[in-house]
């Protein structure tokens, strides 16, 4: 109940492209939703998070998109560049004070 | 300063080393962690500091002894390492009240560590 699972493993999209990256949970006490971007020998930074009590969020080319009963939540970058290369994590955590349960991860691979 | 600091970036050590790995920041974040990561794998939680008191060890070998001496500084204590203990090692601040709580960790870049 603690896995948070994560699709694709990769994701290769073209220079302006759409990439989405799927998650998905059991734990309906998980209550904060970030996602992590991390680029090769640094460490995850965060990108942008939700909670369950909205059902999208947007920052600049980054939406979360939020599915309380299917227990899903998505990553979009519109207009994918080749800086967002990276590999992206999402993340749940339940409760104040608790840690986070971290997807495998999806390795984005942005064409120019 | 937003950011959390490790030193060094990268450390080679022999298996009969003892060595030390330094996380420091000053935001204020009373919470403070040690993640794992091996290549292509997310970090994993080994140790949690929260207001300078060890709050959760990860079952983590006691080759690995955390310390955390003061609010802004958190140290990594290594001795007698495996080659399978190669990983980067990254430390993690966050804030324990208030609605910015939920703003998540701080990561620092890590240390590249490797045991030969």
């Known amino acids: 109940q603690q896995q948070v699972k994560q699709s694709p493993q990769s994701l290769i999209v073209q220079k302006g492209g759409i990439s989405i990256i799927n998650c998905a949970y059991e734990n309906t006490a998980f209550d904060y939703f970030p996602w992590y971007q991390q680029f090769p020998g640094k460490g995850p930074a965060l990108l942008i998070a939700?909670?369950?009590?909205?059902s999208e969020k947007k920052e600049g080319r980054f939406t979360i998109s939020f599915n309380k009963s299917a227990k899903q939540f998505s990553l979009h970058i519109m207009d994918s560049q080749p800086g967002d290369s990276a590999t992206y994590f999402c993340?749940?955590?339940?409760?104040?004070?608790?840690?986070?349960?971290f997807g495998p991860g999806t390795r984005l691979s942005v064409l120019p | 300063d937003t950011e959390v600091t490790q030193t060094p970036k990268h450390l080679v050590m022999g298996m009969t080393n003892k060595k030390s790995l330094k996380c420091e920041q000053h935001m204020g974040h009373r919470a403070m962690y040690w993640y794992k990561q091996k290549a292509k794998k997310p970090p994993e939680l080994m140790f949690v500091y929260s207001y300078e008191k060890l709050s959760i060890n990860e079952s983590v070998p006691s080759r690995f002894s955390p310390e955390c001496p003061n609010s802004s500084l958190l140290n990594l204590h290594l001795h007698a390492l495996q080659p399978e203990d190669s990983a980067l090692y990254l430390c993690a601040s966050r804030l324990t009240s208030g609605i910015l709580y939920y703003y998540g960790y701080t990561f620092g870049s890590g240390t590249r560590l490797t045991v030969v």
């Open positions: 939700i909670r369950p009590d909205v």
């Open positions: 993340a749940a955590s339940k409760g104040y004070g608790q840690n986070f349960v």
